[in-house]
């Protein structure tokens, strides 16, 4: 019996029994789902550091109006000198964007810092911290939405897009308008979403799609805030303007009815799809089209708004690139999807995708197309010569017009032109000085210039018209003092490099 007891440990002290932990599926998935200070605070870090570097890494021009629509405007709104386009004196473009950097401008002049350095880079450096917070607001959003590896491949294709470092540290709407989409993605009602907030996404966007009770939404926000919002900016423009303006009318009656956007190049309805979202989304796209077949039904609405903009966008004669780049982090979802689902070919996956964005990147960012802004650097120095030299600057670009910033990137009244270019407004004497130029440049320019005393001091062109007018700058002792690099793909009146030419 003793034997037996003693098997059965019967009197004995009884030994902790052992259980099998079974962890809850159900909890698993919400713990993974909840993100942690630390993990905040290291993706916080990282996309301001990553920005400001993508900001200093961006030395090139991409198009006119991140200077003419912006800047331009904002530093004659303080400084009480520049040139306005011709949109502006037809009262189609609104005060508001160039009012935060006229902002900018006036608090650095009244320190006394208003250094042409810093009238260039603190608004950009500005426009990358806000991209920076647009940046951790979508890592926030996906993070509660999809499992911790598929907002980290999500976010590694959010942060690594050509496009996106190409574009958002520039002081263009078009970033701005990128910026506030990913911000208000952050606050859209999207299904499994813990940070919805529909008065707060119709304040960035001003439209609703989805939402339960819409004749009350639409009764309560979005017709309230919808007016606000078009109240404000029209006061800001009647203000600046000094006259009753409605932009936005404006802008449909020029760019629409009067299709006034034509003049600056058309393109055929298919140009989005068959070659502007390939390049915006660059190597992004196989994946792309992988992550819109596994998400297909989960993500149908930001589907939708992608494949609704680009059609909309295509029904006009103008089509530019940046003009779709907003819905560029609709598509980083898609693509983190599907880059998550890759699981033997991920990291091969992932450093194609890197290296071949980081290429395109840089390429675009520190060497194409730089000639134009590193030519106002040069015509920068000028400044200082006004000051001690008897013979005042007078400086002539013979170039397509606003090819260059202006007196943004120099900060000094020094006589400037440029070949102007207005397009055809109905008045009864057109006149296209860029046009009329080209037809005949050597008729141009002596017809312009009959007096050795009313010529210019220095002469900015392009390298493709130098051989053209040779005979005009040798009889009047021009000579070639500057060489600037600018593309390696010269195409029609813009050359691969830049020169300026003095009179001695």
Same mark, same amino acid.
């Given at each position: 019996m003793e034997n037996i007891r003693s098997r059965l440990n019967i009197g004995n002290k009884a030994e902790d029994v052992k259980l099998r932990k079974r962890k809850s599926q159900l909890y698993s998935k919400e713990d993974e789902n909840i993100l942690k200070e630390g993990e905040l605070r290291r993706v916080v870090l990282f996309s301001v550091a990553f920005r400001l570097i993508n900001c200093l890494l961006v030395q090139t021009s991409f198009v006119p109006d991140e200077y003419w629509q912006s800047l331009e405007v904002s530093h004659r709104m303080v400084f009480n000198y520049g040139y306005l386009?011709?949109?502006?004196k037809e009262g189609i473009r609104g005060f508001t964007y160039p009012l935060f950097f006229a902002f900018i401008y006036k608090i650095l002049h009244f320190l006394n810092y208003d250094s042409v350095f810093l009238l260039i880079w603190l608004p950009r450096i500005i426009q990358a911290l806000f991209a920076a917070f647009a940046d951790v607001k979508f890592f926030y959003l996906i993070r509660t939405l999809e499992r911790?590896? +598929?907002?980290?491949?999500?976010?590694?294709?959010h942060m690594c897009s050509w496009f996106s470092w190409f574009c958002c540290t520039r002081t263009l709407t078009n970033s701005t308008e990128t910026t506030l989409t990913s911000l208000a993605l952050f606050y859209f009602p999207l299904p499994r979403s813990k940070t919805h907030s529909s008065k707060i996404y119709l304040s960035l966007?001003?439209?609703?799609?989805i939402e339960n009770d819409k004749l009350r939404l639409i009764t309560h926000t979005v017709v309230p805030i919808g007016a606000?919002?078009?109240?404000?900016?029209? %006061?800001i423009d009647c203000i600046f303007?000094?006259?009753?303006? +409605?932009?936005?009318? =404006?802008?449909?009656?020029? =760019? +629409?009815?009067?299709?006034?956007a034509d003049f600056y190049g058309s393109h055929p309805w298919h140009w989005y799809f068959s070659q502007g979202f390939a390049v915006v989304i660059g190597p992004h796209l196989p994946l792309f089209l992988h992550g819109c077949s596994l998400a297909f039904k989960r993500y149908t609405i930001l589907l939708a708004a992608i494949v609704w903009t680009i059609v909309v966008y295509s029904l006009l004669p103008h089509k530019e690139f940046r003009f779709i780049y907003p819905v560029l982090p609709f598509c980083m979802i898609f693509c983190g999807i599907s880059l998550a689902s890759l699981k033997a070919w991920r990291r091969a996956a992932?450093?194609? %995708?890197l290296v071949s964005n980081l290429l395109a990147a840089l390429y675009t960012g520190l060497i194409h197309q730089r000639g134009s802004l590193d030519v106002m650097s040069r015509l920068q120095t000028l400044c200082d010569v006004r000051n001690i030299s008897t013979m005042q600057p007078d400086v002539l670009l013979l170039m397509p017009c606003h090819s260059t910033p202006y007196y943004s990137h120099v900060h000094c009244p020094m006589k400037m032109r440029f070949l102007e270019c207005p397009p055809d407004l109905g008045e009864e004497v057109h006149v296209d000085e860029a046009d009329r130029f080209y037809e005949e440049p050597l008729h141009w320019l002596r017809t312009s210039f009959p007096y050795k005393s009313s010529l210019p001091t220095h002469?900015?062109?392009f390298d493709v018209l130098e051989k053209e007018i040779s005979v005009f700058l040798q009889g009047n002792n021009f000579v070639r003092t500057a060489e600037m690099f600018h593309t390696h793909f010269p195409e029609g009146r813009v050359g691969g490099s830049i020169f300026i030419y003095e009179r001695h």
């Open positions: 386009t011709w949109e502006w911790r590896d +598929v907002a980290k491949w999500t976010f590694f294709c966007v001003a439209l609703a799609v606000v919002a078009v109240v404000i900016s029209t %006061l303007y000094g006259k009753w303006t +409605v932009v936005q009318f =404006n802008f449909l009656k020029f =760019n +629409v009815f009067h299709g006034v992932a450093t194609v %995708l002469l900015v062109l």
